[in-house]
């Protein structure tokens, strides 16, 4: 829903809203929505000295382990949406896919995960199932269109490429924090998502701030931009809790579903032409996901032997 209500709401309105003003949203929704629900469940009491007690639990120790993610994360959110605006949704969907295979080098690297070769030939078939499906042309009609078109895509993949290295990046090291110190889920993202208001508020300045003056901070704003924030930031909430029950690499396989549904969707929203290259390689990139989610041959022999 994220990447086709994202991609409606920059090519719907002629007037196109200022992105990094819909990431600040994001993250000043966020901050409330886990603030709640922090309060509501882990800070019952009420004390007289109440807002300063919070703000002391909040700001302390090590809270500023937050503020790397809370950087990574808001250029990644405004990556995206530079990404959604230069390519399809179904291209960007599956070239987003990558972002298995940089979760799985940071985790590695980062929380020492064990990844069988069979892993590594599944996220080896990803990658190649993601350059299928670039292979598909959009056949503009003239010479300069062509060239145009070209260039966007170019900077739609660099911008992808990109985000999934933050991606992985930033979801390990928010997974390897949560996992590996006592704050609670919804204080570190009471944290996180204060922490990210700075860069998304630094962001708006220099990325946009003159046009923003000019035009106003609601410029080109319709109720897909309201829905491309809601959807952005209840997808970011379902990843803090699947990080915390499951992981960052299981997070992945679930959007090989997305992919599906982006690919049908796009179809008849966006007048997608799905080639026979672009079905192969969603097929390889799926297959490839099936085949990381199946178990370590090792792992199910040593927990046969533990039984
Ligand atoms: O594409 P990917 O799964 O890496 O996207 C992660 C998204 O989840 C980002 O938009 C990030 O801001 C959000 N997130 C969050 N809270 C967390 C972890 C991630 O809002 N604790």
Redesign the pocket.
Known sequence: MLVIVMRYSRTSSPLQYYSTTAVFF??LF?LMV?LYIFLRTEFTSFQPNYFHSLSLLVFSGDSWKMII?AFL??I??NL?YQAVSLLDPATFQVS?QL?ILT?AIFSVLMLKKYISPMKWLSLVLLTVGIALVQLQSSNPSTANSKKVGTIKKFEGLMAVGM?CV???L??VY?ELV?KSTKQS?WL??VQ??FY?LIPATIGIIFTDGSKILQNGFFYGYTYWTLGAILC??V??????VV?KYAD?IL??FA?SISIILSCVLSVFIFDFQITSMFILGTIVVIYSTYLYGLPNKTSLETSEVRV
Do not use: D
Request: proline share 2%.
């Open positions: 994001c993250e966020k886990s993610p994360y808001t990644q959110n995206q987003y972002k979760t985000a933050l991606s992985g930033s979801g928010f949560l889920l570190r993202n996180l998502s990210s952005q930031s997808g970011g909430l379902i990843v803090a990080v960052n997070k992945g959007t």
